[in-house]
């Protein structure tokens, strides 16, 4: 069965841009010229995947977002006109899996849409072979503690508050502790991209992850590795 796609956005001809080309990939499309009508119908029906605009009549992508991350897992893929750090970040922390600035390529878009379900069948392939982190046990690193099945990390006993992409890019790294892991792998194991995928998604959520440890006054750090990637690592004192 084909997966359906929920697509919000004020401007008439973005929606008929963006059904069209994932209309042609054989997903089922549905516009919306506002997110609140999105919304609603997500209550009575809900679908595989979202994309909103930002600035819309009513609600905006940024408040349509959180409602829908407060009782739905769906992926959900932002636009906005304005190319701006804040929106950046705003969108991210409030749950969407990655953000688009327009004007934006629709192939572009139609890969990481691609990437997104192909990533979600691996997880479920995964399960149903019985691959899965069916129990908590932790990883630790200098005084970062992560629990898998629970989804929270802490510093010190206190809880980091990470977004799930931002726990599961930590995780990837707590995993290979002290070693440079590359930007190519990040994107394929967290967000599914299998291309070099034009996206600031790792390097932004890696800034906000280090804020997060700087705030609880982590000994632990990200390191860019320039050209590669990152490394988690343990500070000198």
Do not use: Q
């Amino acid at each position: 069965m084909s997966e359906t796609i929920y697509v919000a956005d004020d401007e008439e001809e973005v929606r008929i841009l963006i059904g069209s080309f994932l209309e042609k990939e054989g997903y089922n499309v549905r516009t919306f010229e506002s997110g609140d009508l999105l919304y609603d119908a997500f209550l009575t029906t809900p679908c595989d995947l979202v994309i909103l605009d930002v600035m819309m009549p009513g609600d905006s992508g940024f408040v349509i977002c959180a409602k829908l991350r407060a009782t739905s897992g769906v992926p959900i893929i932002m636009l906005t006109a304005r190319n701006s750090e804040e929106d950046y970040i705003s969108g991210m922390t409030l749950g969407s899996d990655d953000y688009f600035t327009k004007p934006f390529s629709p192939a572009m878009l139609v890969m990481r849409v691609k990437a997104m379900f192909r990533r979600i069948e691996i997880e479920s392939r995964s399960k149903d072979n019985g691959i899965s982190e069916d129990s908590d046990d932790s990883i630790s690193f200098g005084d970062i503690v992560i629990h898998p099945v629970k989804l929270t990390a802490y510093c010190n006993s206190a809880e980091l508050g990470l977004t799930n992409k931002e726990f599961n890019l930590l995780k990837y790294l707590l995993k290979h502790p002290e070693k440079a892991v590359a930007r190519e792998a990040l994107l394929s194991n967290i967000w599914g991209y299998d291309y070099d995928a034009e996206t600031r998604v790792t390097d932004d959520t890696v800034k906000r992850i280090r804020r997060k440890l700087s705030a609880a006054k982590s000994e632990v750090s990200i390191n860019t590795v320039w050209g590669h990637g990152f490394k988690i690592i343990k500070k000198e004192v």
